[in-house]
Nanobody, 122 residues
């Protein structure tokens, strides 16, 4: 069992940057693959980024490649999402997720945070 708490969301202008953090409870953080997903109103939850247990493998959704970077610090039980060159279409609630399987599918993750709102607007 793991509990996830996201932070770092907010309002930012187009072209700006934000860094999201997700802190996990428990001592088994390093045994989980981690992912970030987002959901805009009336849209499906969308894959954003994922990272393997030791951080050596990452993957990104096509819409964020080259702009977003996922990373993790296993000593701090934390996964990050650095978001640069933000666009209005990045506006969504961003969720952190954890599971032993990981990957790009929502169905691969059993543990979810409560979400943090990111709004990109001038």
């Amino acid at each position: 069992q793991v509990q996830l708490v996201e932070s770092g969301g907010g309002l930012v202008q187009p072209g700006g940057s934000l860094r999201l953090s997700c802190v996990a409870s428990g001592r088994t953080f390093r045994s989980y693959s981690m992912g970030w997903f987002r959901q805009a109103p009336v849209k499906w939850r969308e894959f954003v980024a994922a990272i393997s247990r030791n951080g050596d493998i990452t993957s990104y959704g096509n819409s964020v490649k080259g702009r977003f970077t996922i990373s993790r610090d296993n000593a701090k039980n934390t996964v990050y999402l650095q978001m640069n060159s933000l666009k209005p279409e990045d506006t969504a609630v961003y969720y952190c997720a954890a599971d032993s399987v990981g990957g790009t599918s929502v169905r691969n993750y059993n543990y979810w945070g409560q979400g943090t709102q990111v709004t990109v607007s001038s």
